[in-house]
């Protein structure tokens, strides 16, 4: 039976009241184990990677973070949930998924990746996707902004961004939190707009790919974005404000420093509100033609496991806050760059 999407919400909400009172008390490890199936999968950004069942879990990743960060308080800013669009077996009903976006707060009292303390608060800018089945989640995935971390503690390790560094506000109309439940005509206009976004951006492809021209008319834009968008991308590319901006500070780097772009298809994409999302592992596949992060080209293909949240104002898109897990992408070209902090801080020899 599938579950509904008030219901899984419900579970995760009740989940993440008692994980957060865990991380205080030092209990996450039994919250795990009460709200996840046996064969629970998990996803982690790099170095973390996919992890099974709620032990690892604990032990991979909320030991150090709870170890370095405290008192950590959840500034939840979106909260969604919704049958999984991205499913394409017409015979089974789709499975239900919650999505979380925000920032997790905290004094950064001790290393975390061997990332210095600073003994000041931190913003830790998250997504995070469950999937849940009969009350338990058997499936997420956390998408944690490390190189955001990094900057904060004063050791930021690529070149000057194309978009602007910031804590990254919520939606402009404070309504992303949504713990009832919604009309669900509403969700199925904004993924329809997401979907025709991404049309869009398909066709341009292939034009580009027959013409060799990576240039995009603003006006392909403007079929599905306000003109003052708002695109709140990972730290190592930034933020970006109106559709020009947007495509001088980030869509052109991407499209004229990236070759050979395939696209691999999601993993979660739903819909509840004005509010779609979604995230893959990876979604895309690319290689590094040089510029892009201030980096020379590689000629590696490598992996971008990428999140993107959207809101819809009228028929157009408003807001969009995106993750990449860039640690990931530039460690698959043989750049890792944790490695290369603790070799400058004197942590391990070149």
Known sequence: MTTSSTEAKRVVLDYYAQLDEGLRTGSWRDVLQRFTTDDYRWRGLHPFGEQSGAAAVADIFYQPLASAFSPLQRRPDVFLSGPNDAETDATSSSSTWVCQMGHLVGLFDHPWLDIPATGKMVFIRYAEFHRVNSGLIDESALFIDVISVMRQAGVYPL??????????PGPATHDGIMTGETDPAEGVATLDLVNRM?????????VAAETGDNRVPADVLRRSWHEDMIWSGPEGIGATYTIERYQHQHQYPFRF?????????????????????FFGWANLTNVASGGFLGLPGSGTPADMRVVDVYRRDGDKLAENWVFIDLLHWLSMQGLDVLQRMRQQLGLEEF
């Open 159 to 168: 070149a000057p961004q194309t978009g602007s560094s910031h804590i990254y």
């Open 198 to 206: 991404v049309d869009d951006l398909s066709e341009t492809n292939r």
């Open 257 to 277: 420093g990236l070759e050979g772009k395939t696209f691999n298809g999601h993993i979660a994409r739903f819909a509840e509100g004005n509010y779609a999302c």
